[in-house]
């Protein structure tokens, strides 16, 4: 049988699985992974991608091999375990930390912590696994999970298979791309199309309305709803006082969940899920909705069903547990046909409420949004009760993202044609703003990976631990982090292509076109640079000869004279380039200087007009007659006498030739520059000479007709330019991939310094103490070896065992009250542990880490009193918890105490605290507790449903396909 045929064959058989043909994209997705090897799917909720994560296993059964299947959280591996059982019998196993059935199955259930640590700590025991299933592989981004999966991902075998599921991000382009590279090559196959499309709707003043018309625009009948108390608040809109008197006009009341539910009912759009984003809320509006008369339970018959279920549940509590106020709280309501479901309800109880839900016993569920995430709840109708939330921070608007994830659950496969998403009017949210969230972008997957202790003790190769780096440098994180290194190589690809573009050599045919191009350009470069020698010797002889024409004198600037006149007396010698000696006679009355030259009285233009000022001391006295005649600024009435007076003064100062000590200067001159003006003279006929030779040659050369040679140059310019940008790309992308490797170390320097400081590294080699580290996988990993190899819990008995270890469990990062005392012992201890939590904490700030959290302060107690056998409503009543959250801490307590034993198993088989961990796990394991492990196997038996004979004959015959 060709390979072909085989796939035929093998396809063929997990058709008839099914009562419906495949979706096209389910079929794209088999191909891929029979062709390819490895598929990330990406769709939405409810499209039926699950369809081919099971042909990946049915594909494995058939041929004999191995495959594990992986989700997010142990409920789901329950739920998975059960269905798969239902279809191939004992082969399967569950794997889920807490629960080992049949670990030798050939198909294994398991969460993705599980896998994760397999591939850590016993990587051969997947050696004979073809296949491997990532459920829910965008829990890439949860910030406590994310890293568990990127691990798992990087660290599986090359021959594994993977088939990754996923709901619509918008870069599952960029997921496929990373788990190619650092897996194998995966192929992206991305459904946008709904199995069951979705209406929208929005409600206000009593009524169900179209959100969009027949053309997918906004229906203005309700398109200008909403936001007005924010505008009005903020000032928005409305302007001065009649403003603000409109938008209150225009503002109505928020509508209740019991008018929502009851239009919802009357227009036959229920079931629904009805979320809000506060616990509180969920319980409250459940309630709020049962208080009235709406009826919700259809039939009698659908009475008698809930009764028969909650009888079913009821029967399997232990009757102190039937006490709880969620557990009444949730029956009576269960009765009614309504429920609630929230991260702090009873696990055992949301089982409840989903089953319910799922038979279509209950009309509406009130839920936090940790209901869209992995539970299979689909329902006709959603309703989106608030479009902001607190996410731990700050109250923000809904992403798209978890928008769309909500909204998935509405419309049922098979059942509904159409599902529904309803909004409520807001008077803080306008229709508008409601709608953008509703069909914006969604936002991209981003990692959140974070390098664990017991990751690195695991994968420590001495001295420099090489192995970690690697997966530092292979995660999802680095690989986003990168994206400036991938377009840089883009980037160069493109000016590769765009340089090998270019038309290389001579375009009208010369065999040496590059050559002539090349030396005609020198000519050319050599013509220019003659001209600029030329231009510069012709500069420098126009600068000696006009320095023949300096005196020997400094010229008076024209800020000294300014400053000289403002005090000068008349009389003194001043001295004009083209009139020689005058006499100083005063300023005239529009401020002009006046000057007595050759019987003359002169109005000075000018500073210029001064080229020579001697000493103001040279000065001779002015006859009155003159002196009073230059102010009338008429002289020539004045007597010869005192003309004769003026001149005979003058000529006794012995003033100097100007003229003839400015010629003496100028001949020695040109005497001392002859040489050298001749010399430049020279030169610049030699460079005459040698520009009209080149001139000659570029004539005669073959590139100065070509009429194409502008575009020959162009192009060896384009050329040089590609080749310049695309060594500055090559340089940066040298300096981006330095920088990203010294990330890498740096992070790993700083993990490593810590568990130096710590004993679990010496020298970059393993300690006794590494053991420890490397099989607890818990956020607080270290300060729990810490305290184990310090002896801290050593004298403790079991319940306080579990105490302790309880005290990690809790993850809540919240204040509450708590009325539970602790014995002086523990108090003591809960110090030392404080002290401890400083110094790791302290360690990890310098070394520019932060992964140990601690424990909450406020969270103390309970567990004790459970082990000694207090019932839960007891412990609940001393501490502000809901039951959920308590049993959740719990189970996380007994599961750590579980790692701890285990790794106390094999680095000290004989330590005391492994009976007492192995106790204080059977006396945390009781009543409800104990019953929370079974969440996802189911409350009752299912419903009878049809099914193909052939198919189930087939299945129980365990044949396989020739190979």
């Known amino acids: ?20 043909a495949l979706d096209r994209f389910q079929e794209e997705s088999i191909e891929a992974y029979l062709t390819v090897g490895s598929v990330l799917v990406a769709a939405p909720t409810g499209t039926g991608k699950t369809v081919v994560a099971e042909f990946g296993v049915h594909d494995a059964w058939l041929r004999g091999h191995r495959v594990i299947y992986t989700t997010p959280i142990k409920a789901l591996s329950n739920q998975k375990y059960r269905d798969f059982r239902q279809r191939y019998g004992e082969d399967v196993g569950l794997l889920t930390g807490d629960v080992i059935e049949n670990r030798e199955g050939r198909i294994l259930v398991m969460t993705t912590e599980v896998l994760r640590n397999m591939l850590l700590q016993s990587p051969w025991e997947v050696d004979d696994v073809a296949c491997v299933v990532f459920d829910e592989v965008h829990y890439l981004a949860d910030p406590e999970r994310g890293t568990t999966w990127e691990e798992a991902i990087i660290l599986c075998p090359d021959h594994v298979q993977v088939i990754a599921l996923s709901a619509t991000v918008s870069n599952a382009s960029e997921i ?14 991305t459904h946008l199309e709904r199995a069951v499309p979705l209406s929208y709707l929005y409600f206000v003043d009593d009524q169900i309305h179209p959100a969009f018309d027949a053309r997918g625009r906004y229906n203005p009948h309700v398109a200008g709803f909403g936001g007005e108390a924010r505008a009005r608040q903020r000032g928005g809109s409305y302007r001065g006082r009649r403003g603000q008197q409109a938008a209150a006009a225009n503002e109505r009341a928020e509508p209740t969940p019991p008018e929502i539910v009851a239009r919802l009912r009357d227009a036959d759009l229920l079931p629904a899920i009805y979320f809000r984003f506060s616990r509180r809320d969920c319980q409250a509006a459940a309630e709020l909705c049962a208080s009235t008369k709406m009826r919700l339970v259809r039939s009698s018959e659908q009475a008698r069903e809930i009764e028969e279920m909650l009888t079913h549940f009821l029967d399997r509590l232990l009757p102190e547990d039937r006490e709880l106020e969620q557990v009444k709280a949730v029956v009576t309501l269960a009765r009614k046909g309504i429920g609630f479901h929230h991260a702090g309800l009873l696990p055992v109880l949301k089982q409840l409420v989903e089953e319910l839900f799922n038979r279509t016993l209950m009309s509406v569920v009130f839920a936090t949004d940790t209901l869209a995430l992995g539970v299979n709840m689909p329902a006709r109708s959603v309703v989106i009760g608030q479009m902001s939330k607190f996410d731990g921070q700050s109250v923000r608007p809904l992403r798209p993202n978890e928008f769309q994830q909500m909204a998935g659950r509405a419309g049922r496969r098979g059942i509904d044609t159409e599902g529904y998403v309803l909004v409520p009017y807001s008077p803080w949210v306008s229709f508008g703003e409601a709608m953008n969230i509703a069909t914006g972008e969604l936002y991209p997957v981003e990692s959140t990976f974070a390098l664990r202790y017991n990751t690195v003790l695991n994968l420590w190769d001495p001295p420099r631990g090489e192995r970690v780096l690697y997966v530092l440098r292979e995660s999802l994180m680095q690989f986003q982090m990168s994206r400036k290194v991938r377009e840089l190589s883009d980037e160069m690809q493109n000016w590769q292509e765009r340089l090998d573009a270019v038309p290389r050599g001579c375009l009208i045919g010369y065999p040496a076109g590059e050559e002539l191009l090349g030396e005609y350009e020198e000519l050319n470069h050599n013509k220019v640079a003659l001209k600029r020698k030329l231009d510069g010797v012709r500069r420098e002889q126009e600068s000696l000869r ?36 005058g006499v100083y006679a005063g300023r005239g009355a529009d401020g002009s200087v006046r000057i007595l030259i050759h019987r003359r009285l002169h109005k000075m233009q000018g500073y ?54 400015a010629s003496r200067y100028r001949e020695r001159l040109r005497e001392t520059m002859a040489p050298q003006l001749e010399s430049l003279r ?64 740096h992070t790993l320097r700083g993990i490593a310094g810590v568990l130096h400081n710590f004993g679990y590294l010496q020298r970059g080699e393993p300690t006794a103490k590494t053991d420890l580290l490397a099989n607890v996988f818990d956020t607080n990993g270290l300060i729990i070896c810490e305290m184990i190899a310090r002896g801290l819990i050593d004298g403790l008995n079991a319940p306080d065992l579990a105490e302790v270890f309880s005290w990690f469990a809790y993850d809540r990062d919240r204040q509450f009250g708590n009325r539970h005392v602790l014995p002086q012992h523990l108090v003591h201890l809960r110090r030392e542990l404080g002290e401890l939590e400083e110094k790791v904490l302290r360690a990890e700030r310098r070394a520019g880490y932060a992964l140990s959290e601690g424990y909450n302060a406020y969270f103390f107690g309970t567990m004790r009193a459970w082990c000694n056998g207090v019932t839960l409503a007891d412990v609940l009543e001393k501490v502000d918890l ?7 801490t719990f189970n996380k307590a007994v599961d750590l105490m579980r790692q701890v034993r285990e790794m106390l198993r094999s680095v000290d088989p004989d330590s005391p605290l492994v009976p007492k961990l192995e106790k204080a796990m059977r006396l945390a394991r009781r009543g409800i507790i104990e019953q929370s492990y079974a969440v996802g196997f189911g409350i009752a038996p299912p419903p009878p449903t049809a099914t193909d004979e052939d198919v189930e004959a087939l299945i129980a015959s365990g044949e396989e396909i020739p190979l």
């Open 1 to 20: 049988m060709t390979t072909l045929e085989q796939h035929e064959s093998i396809k063929e058989r997990f058709r008839s699985l099914y009562p419906f």
């Open 176 to 189: 496929a791309e990373w788990m190619s590279r650092v897996h194998r090559p995966t192929r992206l196959v």
């Open 546 to 581: 006009a320095r023949l024409n300096e005196t020997p004198w400094q010229r008076p600037t024209r800020e000294a004279l300014r400053k000289l006149f403002r005090a000068l007396e008349p009389g003194v010698m001043l001295h004009t380039p083209s009139h020689g000696w």
């Open 608 to 661: 210029a007009e001064i080229d020579y000022l001697p000493s103001p001391d040279l000065r001779v006295a002015l006859p009155p007659a003159l002196l009073e005649a230059a102010a009338l600024e008429n002289v020539s009435g004045v007597a010869e006498s005192a003309w004769h007076e003026l001149e005979d003064a003058v000529e006794k100062l012995d003033l100097p030739d100007l003229r003839e000590w």
């Open 682 to 745: 020279a030169e610049e006929e030699q460079t005459r000479r040698d520009q009209q030779a080149l001139l000659e040659r570029i004539e005669k050369h073959p590139c100065e007709p070509c009429p194409v040679r502008k575009q020959h140059r162009n192009n060896l310019r384009e050329a040089a330019r590609l080749l310049n940008e695309k060594a500055e790309a090559e340089r940066e992308l040298e300096r981006q991939l330095r920088q990203e490797d010294l990330r890498a170390e």
């Open 882 to 888: 809901s039951e959920g959250d308590l049993v959740l």
